[in-house]
C-alpha cells in the first residue's frame, strides 16, 4: 500500500515537473527574432529537405527577465521548391522549428515579419551619406530597413516625429507596429512592449532588395510556420547574409 502510495506521488511529481519544464522552455508568443541566414535560399539550387540555419544578431529580451542571446541559432528545413521554367515564377517554401542557444534548444513555430537582401543589411549600418573618420560607429545616425532612424551615442530611434525605440548593442529596441495596407501585426499581448529589430524598423513588413521575390505566405496561418517566398519571374534567391525578422506564434 504504502508502496503504491509512493509511485503515485512519485509520478505525479514527475508530471508536474515535465509541465514546469515545458512551460520554462517556451518562447512566448509575439517575441520577435531578428537573424541572418548562414547559407543561400535558392529556387534553382536548393533541395526539398535541405537544412538551413540563420543567426540570432541581437539579444532578445523575454518577458520572464531573460534572453536569448545574440549568437544563438534558428534552424529549420527546405519544405518544397518549384523552379522558373523558361523565365516563369518560382517559389520555395522552408520553415524555421527550433531555436539553440548554448546547450539548450526550444521548439519554436514561426513567421516571417521581414526580410531583407544582403546589401540592405550592410547599408542599415552605414549613415546615408557615408561615414567620416572623426565619427565613431557608435556614434552614427542610420536608417533602418524599413525607414525608422537610429541616433546613435543617446538617441532614440524615431518613425517620422514619433520615438518608437531606443538604440542598443548590435541593434534597437524598438515599438513593433501595423504597417497600413499590409497583414502585418502590430504589439501583442503577452509579448513585450519593446521587440530586439536588429536593423529594421517598428513597422517594417515584407520583402526588401529582393527583386521581383515576396513573401507569398508568411506562416502566420496555416500551414503554421510554412513560409513561402515567391517571384513573378525568374529565380528565387535570398543570398547568406541577409536579414530575417522572425516572430514566434
Not at 513588413?205 to 507569398?216: N, P, S
Amino acid at each position: 500500500m504504502y508502496r503504491a502510495i509512493f509511485m503515485s506521488g512519485a509520478l505525479a511529481f514527475a508530471a508536474a515537473f515535465a509541465t514546469t519544464a515545458i512551460s520554462q522552455n517556451r518562447i512566448p508568443a509575439g517575441t520577435v527574432i531578428p537573424a541572418e541566414l548562414n547559407a543561400s535560399l535558392s529556387s534553382a539550387k536548393s533541395k526539398t529537405g535541405e537544412k538551413l540555419s540563420a543567426r540570432v544578431m541581437q539579444d532578445v529580451p523575454l518577458t520572464d527577465g531573460e534572453r536569448i542571446r545574440r549568437g544563438a541559432q534558428v534552424s529549420g528545413q527546405v519544405l518544397a521548391v518549384t523552379r522558373s521554367t523558361n523565365g516563369s515564377g518560382a517559389r520555395i517554401a522552408f520553415r524555421f522549428d527550433k531555436l539553440t542557444a548554448g546547450k539548450r534548444s526550444y521548439a519554436v513555430t514561426t513567421d516571417l515579419r521581414a526580410v531583407a537582401s544582403m546589401v540592405d543589411v550592410e547599408q542599415a549600418q552605414i549613415p546615408p551619406m557615408g561615414t567620416d573618420r572623426g565619427t565613431s560607429p557608435l556614434e552614427y545616425t542610420t536608417m533602418q530597413i524599413g525607414g525608422d532612424v537610429v541616433y546613435r551615442g543617446g538617441g532614440p530611434v524615431t518613425h517620422g516625429s514619433r520615438i518608437v525605440g531606443e538604440p542598443v548593442p548590435n541593434g534597437v529596441l524598438s515599438e513593433v507596429s501595423e504597417k497600413p495596407g499590409s497583414d502585418c501585426r502590430g504589439a501583442i499581448e503577452g509579448a513585450n512592449s519593446r521587440q530586439a529589430l536588429w536593423l529594421f524598423s517598428s513597422d517594417a513588413c515584407g520583402a526588401y532588395g529582393l527583386g521581383e521575390t515576396k513573401i507569398v505566405h508568411a506562416g502566420r496561418t496555416e500551414p503554421m510556420g510554412e513560409i513561402i517566398l515567391g517571384s513573378a519571374h525568374g529565380e528565387v534567391k535570398v543570398q547568406s547574409g541577409s536579414g530575417m525578422l522572425l516572430r514566434v506564434n
